[in-house]
T-cell receptor, first 111, second 111 residues
């Protein structure tokens, strides 16, 4: 699938290093947040989620941090691999179950 | 589970023609969403359904766009008449409540 191309921020990370992708969300009433990964030619794929009553959640090689005070979300990927190259979207859910996506960040892995 | 199934995968049509995109959600998921993705605007929510009922269609760009969900296992997004600016990748996603599962998308090109 297409992703926002020309205007996407890009993060370049050395293979094996940790990646941190940041996101600012807009609605203080949002109660659920999700990170998605989109590879070229594919639809967004769920990575990890977090509810607003938590500030940290860990998965396999990924951690999401939520700071509600400043409406900030981050995704940390440990030991970045070539397969992590993709566009990453944060998304927030409004209380009516509508999920709104951010613009995305392209993660580029350096050999 | 085959996931969310969209058809066609690619569609090329002439300006003024009617286009119908199809989606089969995951069985048991009670919410269905249609998104459009372009380079300039990223992922935009067009409309979503809950238990086959349209809940929010505020993202539908114009009256040329319409969506239906006649039953729990099928939804369509129709554009009539189509215009070149409708060219994008259209994604369908379904959810049981919480994170979404996306289909592979339909790449629409209107010439």
């Amino acid at each position: 699938g297409e992703s926002v191309g020309l205007h996407l921020p890009t993060l370049s990370v050395q293979e094996g290093d940790n990646s941190i992708i940041n996101c600012a969300y807009s609605n203080s009433a949002s109660d659920y947040f999700i990170w998605y990964k989109q590879e070229s030619g594919k639809g967004p794929q769920f990575i990890i989620d977090i509810r607003s009553n938590m500030d940290k959640r860990q998965g396999q090689r990924v951690t999401v941090l939520l700071n509600k005070t400043v409406k900030h979300l981050s995704l940390q990927i440990a030991a970045t691999q070539p397969g992590d190259s993709a566009v990453y979207f944060c998304a927030e859910r409004y209380r009516d179950d509508k999920i709104i996506f951010g613009k995305g960040t392209r993660l580029h892995i350096l050999p | 589970d085959a996931g969310v199934i969209q058809s066609p995968r690619h569609e090329v049509t002439e300006m003024g023609q009617e286009v119908t995109l199809r989606c089969k959600p995951i069985s048991g998921h009670n919410s269905l969403f249609w998104y459009r993705q372009t380079m300039m605007r990223g992922l935009e929510l067009l409309i979503y359904f809950n238990n086959n009922v349209p809940i929010d269609d505020s993202g539908m760009p114009e009256d040329r766009f319409s969506a239906k969900m006649p039953n729990a296992s099928f939804s369509t997004l129709k554009i009539q008449p189509s215009e070149p600016r409708d060219s994008a990748v259209y994604f369908c996603a379904s959810s049981p409540g919480g994170g979404y599962t996306f289909g592979s998308g339909t790449r629409l090109t209107v010439v």
